[in-house]
């Protein structure tokens, strides 16, 4: 009996390790110049191995999970036919590979998880720690190390601020951000990520997480989760990130509405969303404007909006076929001499996938959110929590680029869409 429960409970163990490394394995330092991480190679290789591991054991149980994930593998199909019209086939199907097999794999398994609850506390738990180590992790550098910046260097931060520990150089990225003239100036750090936006990013998951599932009781324990989404909360506004501190306020405006049982009301903003991001570029097409301002300007666009305005008038050339899944660096930029993501989920599907992939990624991200405020049964803490986090990821993707990328996030978005499937198919069967 006990080896056979141990046979079941593999699976699980194996889902859960492959997940922890397609998060953590991103995970590093500064040494002052370069960020100190695991190889590449050795996250994609533990990734695939767990991942292989855990569908061999569950075998026919995987069936199940290819039904629900029907359109993620369309997507990946689509992508992988704009690898015939790319410019540099190599390089697009080497982006493919490391992006949809690993991603793929993740959702799978999460779609047949048969404790989703558990899993998603145990990815609760880990977004937290990662936020607030990385918070003590940047206030221990603050304290005790020091700031210096490298002149002409190629990183994208040219500030670090290092402590020295005998030899062993550890330390952050450090931005700042002025606000308008109220004399007001906050440091920003990487924490144990590349750069303050994506500490931020980290942050928002887990204030997201926790409200959408927190004990409002005092007395059942409910003082730490409380006390949880007060400090998360905090130093998500301390990282000054926009789309992150947005990205927080939508993730939480959908947690009250589906608390309240407004699920229509959900579905409806979620419209929302979709047309205000389409307002927003076309307002960047024709509005040369928003792409100016400077340091002061708390909800400018800056640089992005001349990116994106790039990126769309190049996407009109090729808006049925794309330039090939993965090429918009090399396809668009590069040529142009500029060191740059589209930073922009929708224009880069748009961009490298045509319309075709741009609606199917579309319909990735948000058929579970319908089918799951579908349902005619009681939503769960975590189906609640699934559906705020994709909605709110969304919010930050319209101005970031790490969905549909080889970056931890995509992993976070891959494991979201297969553990909701899994749920909608719970409530439908309920």
Same mark, same amino acid.
């Given at each position: 009996?006990?080896?056979?429960?141990?046979?079941?409970?593999?699976?699980?163990?194996?889902?859960?390790?492959?997940? /922890?490394?397609?998060?953590?394995?991103?995970?590093?330092?500064?040494?002052?110049?370069?960020?100190?991480?695991p190889p590449s190679a050795v996250v994609l290789g533990a990734q695939l191995i767990l991942i292989t591991a855990?569908?061999?054991?569950?075998? @026919?149980?995987?069936?199940?999970?290819?039904?629900?994930?029907?359109?993620?593998?369309?997507? !990946?199909?689509?992508?992988?036919?704009?690898?015939?019209?790319?410019?540099?086939?190599?390089?697009?199907?080497?982006?493919?590979?490391? +992006?949809?097999?690993?991603?793929?794999?993740?959702?799978?398994?999460?779609?047949?998880?048969?404790?989703?609850?558990?899993?998603?506390?145990? +990815?609760?738990?880990?977004?937290?720690?990662? *936020?607030?180590?990385?918070?003590?992790?940047?206030?221990?550098?603050?304290?005790?190390?020091?700031?210096?910046?490298?002149?002409?260097?190629?990183?994208?931060?040219?500030? /670090?601020?290092?402590?020295?520990?005998?030899?062993?150089?550890?330390?952050?990225?450090?931005?700042?951000?002025?606000?308008?003239?109220?004399?007001?100036? +906050?440091?920003? /750090?990487?924490? &144990?990520?590349?750069?303050?936006?994506? &500490?931020?990013?980290?942050? !928002?998951?887990?204030?997201?997480?926790?409200?959408?599932?927190?004990?409002?009781?005092?007395?059942?324990?409910?003082? +730490?989760?409380?006390?949880?989404?007060?400090?998360?909360?905090?130093?998500?506004?301390?990282?000054?990130?926009? !789309?992150?501190?947005? @990205?927080?306020?939508?993730?939480?405006?959908?947690? &009250?509405?589906?608390?309240?049982?407004?699920?229509?009301?959900?579905?409806?903003?979620?419209?929302?969303?979709?047309?205000?991001?389409v307002l927003l570029y076309l307002l960047i097409v024709f509005q040369a404007g928003l792409g100016g301002g400077?340091?002061?300007?708390?909800?400018?666009?800056?640089?992005?909006?001349?990116?994106?305005?790039?990126?769309?008038?190049?996407?009109?050339?090729?808006? &049925?076929?794309?330039?090939?899944?993965?090429? *918009?660096?090399?396809?668009?930029?590069?040529?142009?001499?500029?060191?740059?993501?589209?930073?922009?989920?929708?224009?880069? @599907?748009?961009?490298?996938?045509?319309?075709?992939?741009?609606?199917?990624?579309?319909?990735?991200?948000?058929?579970?959110?319908?089918?799951? *405020?579908?349902?005619?049964?009681?939503?769960?803490?975590?189906?609640?929590?699934?559906?705020?986090?994709?909605? !709110?990821?969304?919010?930050?993707?319209?101005?970031?680029?790490?969905?549909?990328?080889?970056?931890?996030?995509?992993?976070?978005?891959?494991?979201?869409?297969?553990?909701?499937?899994?749920l909608a198919a719970r409530h439908h069967n309920a």
């Amino acid at each position: 009996m006990t080896g056979e429960h141990n046979f079941r409970r593999a699976p699980h163990i194996l889902f859960l390790t492959a997940l /922890f490394i397609s998060i953590a394995g991103f995970l590093g330092y500064y040494d002052g110049v370069n960020f100190i991480t695991p190889p590449s190679a050795v996250v994609l290789g533990a990734q695939l191995i767990l991942i292989t591991a855990a569908i061999s054991v569950l075998r @026919m149980r995987m069936f199940e999970g290819t039904a629900r994930l029907a359109p993620l593998f369309a997507l !990946a199909i689509w992508a992988a036919l704009t690898i015939l019209w790319t410019d540099d086939a190599l390089i697009s199907t080497r982006r493919w590979l490391l +992006i949809f097999v690993p991603s793929i794999g993740l959702a799978l398994l999460a779609a047949t998880d048969s404790r989703p609850e558990r899993s998603f506390t145990w +990815i609760k738990w880990l977004l937290i720690a990662i *936020t607030l180590g990385s918070c003590i992790f940047s206030l221990i550098i603050y304290a005790f190390g020091e700031t210096y910046g490298i002149q002409g260097n190629r990183h994208k931060f040219e500030r /670090f601020r290092v402590l020295d520990l005998g030899g062993w150089v550890v330390g952050v990225s450090e931005g700042g951000r002025q606000y308008l003239n109220l004399n007001l100036y +906050i440091h920003r /750090f990487s924490g &144990f990520t590349t750069n303050p936006n994506s &500490f931020a990013l980290f942050a !928002a998951l887990a204030l997201i997480s926790l409200c959408a599932t927190a004990r409002t009781k005092i007395k059942s324990g409910g003082w +730490i989760e409380i006390t949880l989404i007060l400090i998360t909360a905090v130093i998500l506004a301390m990282s000054a990130s926009r !789309a992150a501190v947005a @990205m927080a306020f939508a993730g939480l405006f959908i947690i &009250f509405l589906l608390r309240f049982g407004q699920r229509n009301l959900a579905r409806l903003c979620v419209t929302a969303i979709l047309a205000l991001t389409v307002l927003l570029y076309l307002l960047i097409v024709f509005q040369a404007g928003l792409g100016g301002g400077g340091e002061e300007e708390i909800f400018d666009p800056r640089q992005r909006a001349d990116v994106w305005r790039l990126a769309i008038h190049a996407a009109a050339d090729v808006w &049925f076929q794309g330039l090939g899944f993965g090429m *918009t660096q090399e396809a668009l930029f590069t040529p142009l001499g500029i060191q740059t993501s589209a930073h922009s989920v929708p224009l880069s @599907m748009l961009l490298e996938t045509g319309i075709v992939g741009l609606l199917l990624s579309l319909i990735v991200w948000f058929l579970p959110v319908f089918t799951l *405020t579908r349902t005619n049964t009681q939503l769960s803490n975590t189906s609640i929590a699934i559906v705020a986090l994709l909605v !709110a990821l969304f919010v930050h993707q319209t101005v970031d680029s790490s969905v549909f990328r080889y970056h931890w996030a995509h992993f976070v978005f891959a494991y979201l869409i297969g553990a909701s499937s899994q749920l909608a198919a719970r409530h439908h069967n309920a």
